[in-house]
């Protein structure tokens, strides 16, 4: 942001870092050197003034004891790179190392100052810090002489490394790597793409896979000029903030860091514009959340002076969309927050029927209660031939969710996901049933959340077919439109969780925004499906073909809980919502922990026992008081789950309910079911249970011969409820089971 003087100063993201480590008192020295700087760089008192032997570094004055390092990006363009000490700025300039990224075309910055007896200060080279040019395949030999061990890249050359986006100053430190400890110490300090490519590398990917998965993604799109400063501070791969009010709340620590500094990756899909329908995919933890509120955020400062609510930011579960609601507000302010229509997906299909006035009365029952339903109809007509989930899945998932109005739609509706064939008398059979069972639950003054949906779509649908025959009558006649003719809902639609909603919940969205550039944005993951939506999006009318992208750093969880969550999805197929396949190619974390402990014992009462000591072990309270909300316990079912909870409570530990709103309360150590585990993260994490028969439940198992694709969806989804609850944990992890292992634990834990 410019100053009166028409000076810009930007904040580097790692500068952010090192004042957010600085006292209070320093923190408001802090701001008030950048809001001096960008009023008069000038002034007597900051002492603004180049450093010797670099013509674009600067230093100015912050307080009595630090000082800013500035470097000089062009005109009356700053960038703040460091506030330290002023002895540490002035002494031995030559360990500061900036360029422009050939491959992002990004500003890179690198202290290489050594901190003590610091693993990165033993690998630096004795004297002067040189530069790339000297850091060829001899300091690996070099290595190899002084240390012993062969380094950890001596089989990969520089120019390898460069055309990967490696940064330039850091090969000669590169080629002294020879332990773990070592590369995990220098990608503290190296720029993010140069970490993320070394332990790609590290992990044995190949050039093709480390290109295509990490470098290719952050690519500028346009060719790089290295000496563009200006240019290169307005790509999304150099993370800076300017705004005057981001860096108040950054000081003040009321702003999370995702609020201020999105990942060149991220950046680009929030700021694209779009001539259709986008999706971005990607595992747990990659931001994809951060990428919708960030988007909502995007599109809203662009809309035109208004009270309505032009935008919708939807979901599909209730908790989720509370809590995208509170991280907008935080995110965008009330201002722009005003602007977008923040609900749930199917309080947005309960509102619609409202205001179209139909069935008030109706009372809304859970899917479970309609499978009775069916069970109880079936045995009173004496109907044998089909089972009551089989045909409350039919009606639910392709005559509601397709929104089929009649039996010949019905006839050539295709079937997604279904499994068992139908034959056109089958469907007729069928359809009579489903006749039947819409009536019994009319008559009972009930309905269901996919009837309601069903029915939200079809109006919307309705309300559209108007609205296009208006505009086509406007077009033949030449008059512009009356106040009368209908408008759509929407001019943009965010969907967070895409892979949650139905085929129902689609065409009611379609339906409510008008086909056009930057339409429709969805963000969500297939191998974190939990509920039986399968769909094809093309078929639904959201064309995504050639807008799709996918995001592969996790943020939340260390690459050894990665590894094992990962290990949990092997051999199973997952698709892309739009009838292709997907996997999670190129799912990484830089962060570094523990190996997950997997253990099993005898009996379900020894587990239980296993489960509280575990608690207890990470510091859980004990001697009833209460614990810090970092602990979770996870069960397959809420039988599990509450004799959990009784065992913690014998033995002293506060155990907290995680119900359908979440966490009853924010402390104690949490308890619930897989289910309930959607959306929420904790430090760390039992997952109990884990045992044959329970994950995957046993009653699939009666599909497995007379429907197996029933039986693979089934525990396909069982395995994406046990992914789930594996990636909830940021630091440590702990699969508990008793009796024999689940068959999705890795082979090593079966007798």
């Given at each position: 942001?410019?100053?009166q003087?028409?000076v810009?100063?930007?904040?580097?993201e790692r500068?952010?870092?090192?004042i957010?480590?600085?006292?209070?008192?320093e923190?408001?020295?802090?701001y008030?050197?950048?809001?001096?700087?960008r009023?008069?760089?000038?002034?007597?008192g900051l002492?603004f003034?180049?450093?010797k032997?670099?013509?674009?570094?600067?230093?100015a004055?912050v307080?009595?004891?630090?000082?800013?390092?500035l470097?000089?990006?062009g005109?009356?363009?700053?960038?703040?790179?460091?506030?330290?000490?002023?002895?540490?700025v002035?002494?031995?300039?030559?360990?500061y190392?900036?360029?422009i990224n050939?491959?992002?075309g990004?500003?890179?910055?690198?202290?290489?100052?050594?901190?003590g007896?610091?693993?990165v200060?033993?690998?630096?080279?004795?004297?002067?810090?040189?530069n790339a040019?000297?850091?060829?395949?001899?300091?690996t030999e070099?290595?190899?002489e002084?240390?012993?061990?062969?380094?950890?890249?001596?089989?990969?050359?520089?120019?390898?490394l460069?055309d990967l986006?490696?940064?330039?100053?850091?090969?000669?430190?590169?080629?002294?790597?020879?332990t773990?400890?070592?590369?995990?110490?220098l990608?503290d300090?190296?720029p993010?793409?140069?970490?993320d490519?070394?332990?790609?590398?590290?992990?044995?990917?190949?050039?093709?896979?480390?290109?295509?998965?990490?470098?290719d993604?952050?690519r500028a799109?346009?060719?790089?000029?290295?000496?563009?400063f200006?240019a290169?501070v307005?790509?999304?791969?150099?993370?800076?903030?300017?705004?005057?009010?981001?860096?108040?709340a950054?000081?003040?620590?009321s702003?999370?860091r995702?609020q201020?500094f999105?990942?060149p990756?991220?950046?680009?899909?929030?700021?694209?514009?779009?001539?259709g329908?986008a999706?971005?995919?990607?595992g747990p933890?990659?931001?994809?959340?951060?990428?919708?509120?960030h988007?909502?955020?995007?599109?809203a400062?662009?809309l035109?002076?208004?009270?309505?609510?032009?935008?919708?930011?939807t979901?599909?579960n209730?908790?989720?969309?509370?809590?995208?609601?509170?991280?907008?507000?935080?995110?965008?302010?009330?201002?722009l927050?005003?602007?977008?229509?923040?609900?749930?997906?199917?309080?947005?299909?309960s509102?619609?029927?409202?205001?179209?006035?139909l069935d008030?009365?109706r009372?809304?029952?859970?899917?479970?209660?309609?499978?009775?339903?069916?069970?109880?109809?079936?045995?009173?007509?004496g109907?044998t031939?089909?089972e009551p989930?089989?045909?409350?899945?039919e009606?639910s998932?392709?005559?509601?969710?397709?929104?089929l109005?009649?039996?010949t739609?019905y006839?050539k509706a295709?079937?997604p996901?279904?499994g068992?064939?139908?034959?056109?008398?089958d469907?007729d059979?069928?359809w009579?049933?489903?006749e039947?069972?819409?009536?019994?639950?009319?008559?009972?003054g009930v309905?269901t959340w996919?009837?309601l949906?069903?029915?939200?779509?079809r109006?919307?649908?309705?309300?559209?077919a108007?609205?296009?025959?208006?505009?086509g009558?406007?077009?033949?006649?030449?008059?512009s439109?009356?106040?009368s003719?209908?408008?759509?809902?929407y001019?943009?639609?965010?969907?967070?969780?895409?892979q949650?909603?139905?085929?129902?919940?689609?065409?009611?969205?379609?339906?409510?925004v008008?086909?056009?550039?930057?339409?429709?944005?969805l963000?969500?993951?297939?191998?974190?499906?939990i509920?039986?939506?399968?769909?094809?999006?093309?078929s639904?009318?959201?064309?995504?073909?050639?807008?799709?992208?996918?995001?592969?750093?996790s943020?939340r969880?260390t690459r050894?809980?990665?590894?094992?969550?990962?290990?949990?999805?092997s051999?199973?197929t997952?698709?892309?919502?739009?009838?292709?396949?997907e996997?999670?190619?190129g799912?990484?974390s830089?962060?570094h922990?523990?190996?997950?402990?997997?253990?099993g014992?005898?009996s379900?009462a020894?587990e239980?026992?296993l489960?509280s000591?575990?608690v207890?072990?990470w510091?859980?309270a004990?001697?009833?008081?209460?614990?810090?909300g970092?602990?979770?316990?996870?069960?397959?079912?809420?039988q599990?789950?509450?004799?959990?909870?009784?065992?913690?409570a014998?033995?002293?530990?506060?155990a907290?309910?995680?119900?359908p709103d979440?966490?009853?309360?924010?402390?104690g150590?949490?308890?619930?079911?897989?289910?309930?585990?959607?959306?929420?993260?904790?430090?760390?994490?039992?997952?109990g249970?884990v045992?044959?028969?329970l994950?995957?439940?046993?009653?699939?198992e009666?599909?497995?011969?007379?429907d197996?694709?029933?039986?693979?969806?089934?525990?396909?989804?069982?395995?994406?409820?046990l992914?789930?609850?594996?990636?909830r944990?940021r630091d440590?992890l702990?699969?508990?089971?008793?009796?024999?292992?689940?068959?999705?634990?890795?082979a090593?834990?079966h007798?």
């Amino acid at each position: 942001m410019s100053g009166q003087g028409g000076v810009t100063l930007r904040i580097l993201e790692r500068a952010d870092k090192e004042i957010l480590a600085l006292s209070r008192t320093e923190k408001g020295a802090v701001y008030e050197f950048q809001d001096k700087f960008r009023r008069n760089p000038q002034s007597p008192g900051l002492h603004f003034k180049q450093l010797k032997g670099d013509s674009r570094l600067w230093s100015a004055r912050v307080g009595n004891d630090f000082r800013a390092l500035l470097l000089h990006v062009g005109a009356q363009d700053y960038l703040l790179l460091s506030v330290r000490n002023r002895k540490d700025v002035y002494d031995n300039l030559d360990r500061y190392r900036y360029q422009i990224n050939r491959v992002t075309g990004g500003i890179e910055v690198v202290d290489l100052s050594p901190v003590g007896d610091s693993i990165v200060g033993r690998l630096l080279p004795p004297g002067p810090v040189g530069n790339a040019g000297q850091a060829t395949e001899q300091a690996t030999e070099q290595a190899t002489e002084k240390h012993g061990p062969r380094p950890l890249f001596a089989d990969i050359g520089d120019q390898v490394l460069l055309d990967l986006g490696v940064s330039e100053p850091l090969i000669p430190l590169i080629r002294r790597i020879v332990t773990e400890d070592e590369l995990l110490a220098l990608a503290d300090i190296a720029p993010q793409l140069t970490a993320d490519v070394l332990l790609a590398l590290h992990d044995g990917k190949t050039f093709e896979q480390v290109l295509e998965e990490v470098t290719d993604p952050v690519r500028a799109g346009e060719p790089v000029n290295p000496d563009d400063f200006a240019a290169a501070v307005e790509r999304p791969a150099t993370q800076v903030t300017s705004d005057d009010e981001a860096l108040r709340a950054i000081l003040a620590e009321s702003f999370a860091r995702w609020q201020v500094f999105l990942h060149p990756t991220q950046r680009k899909l929030v700021e694209r514009r779009y001539n259709g329908p986008a999706r971005v995919g990607g595992g747990p933890g990659t931001g994809k959340t951060i990428v919708a509120l960030h988007r909502a955020r995007h599109l809203a400062e662009r809309l035109p002076p208004g009270d309505d609510k032009p935008i919708l930011l939807t979901t599909f579960n209730r908790n989720l969309a509370a809590d995208l609601r509170t991280r907008l507000l935080a995110l965008a302010g009330p201002e722009l927050v005003a602007r977008v229509d923040i609900i749930n997906i199917d309080k947005l299909a309960s509102r619609i029927v409202a205001e179209a006035g139909l069935d008030s009365r109706r009372r809304i029952v859970d899917d479970t209660v309609a499978v009775d339903q069916w069970r109880t109809m079936l045995f009173e007509l004496g109907e044998t031939r089909w089972e009551p989930e089989f045909l409350a899945a039919e009606w639910s998932q392709v005559i509601l969710g397709q929104v089929l109005s009649s039996r010949t739609d019905y006839f050539k509706a295709r079937r997604p996901g279904r499994g068992r064939a139908l034959t056109r008398q089958d469907r007729d059979a069928v359809w009579r049933l489903a006749e039947r069972f819409e009536k019994r639950l009319e008559d009972n003054g009930v309905w269901t959340w996919r009837q309601l949906a069903g029915r939200a779509a079809r109006l919307e649908l309705d309300r559209e077919a108007q609205i296009q025959r208006a505009l086509g009558q406007r077009e033949v006649s030449g008059e512009s439109s009356s106040g009368s003719t209908p408008r759509y809902r929407y001019r943009h639609i965010v969907v967070d969780e895409a892979q949650d909603l139905s085929a129902a919940h689609w065409k009611m969205l379609r339906a409510m925004v008008p086909a056009m550039a930057d339409d429709m944005f969805l963000v969500g993951d297939t191998h974190q499906r939990i509920y039986d939506n399968y769909v094809t999006l093309g078929s639904l009318g959201v064309n995504i073909r050639g807008r799709s992208a996918k995001l592969t750093l996790s943020y939340r969880t260390t690459r050894q809980i990665l590894a094992t969550a990962l290990e949990l999805l092997s051999g199973e197929t997952y698709d892309d919502l739009d009838g292709g396949a997907e996997n999670l190619a190129g799912y990484r974390s830089l962060l570094h922990g523990g190996r997950p402990t997997l253990h099993g014992v005898g009996s379900w009462a020894e587990e239980q026992q296993l489960i509280s000591r575990q608690v207890r072990a990470w510091g859980a309270a004990v001697d009833g008081s209460m614990a810090d909300g970092s602990i979770a316990v996870c069960l397959p079912t809420r039988q599990l789950a509450g004799e959990v909870i009784q065992r913690l409570a014998e033995d002293g530990v506060t155990a907290v309910e995680i119900g359908p709103d979440g966490p009853k309360q924010h402390d104690g150590v949490h308890v619930g079911t897989m289910h309930r585990f959607k959306g929420l993260e904790y430090r760390r994490v039992i997952i109990g249970g884990v045992s044959a028969g329970l994950v995957p439940h046993s009653g699939i198992e009666r599909h497995q011969d007379t429907d197996p694709k029933r039986y693979l969806r089934e525990r396909m989804r069982d395995r994406s409820l046990l992914f789930v609850a594996a990636t909830r944990a940021r630091d440590e992890l702990a699969i508990f089971w008793h009796g024999t292992p689940s068959p999705f634990l890795p082979a090593a834990t079966h007798p």
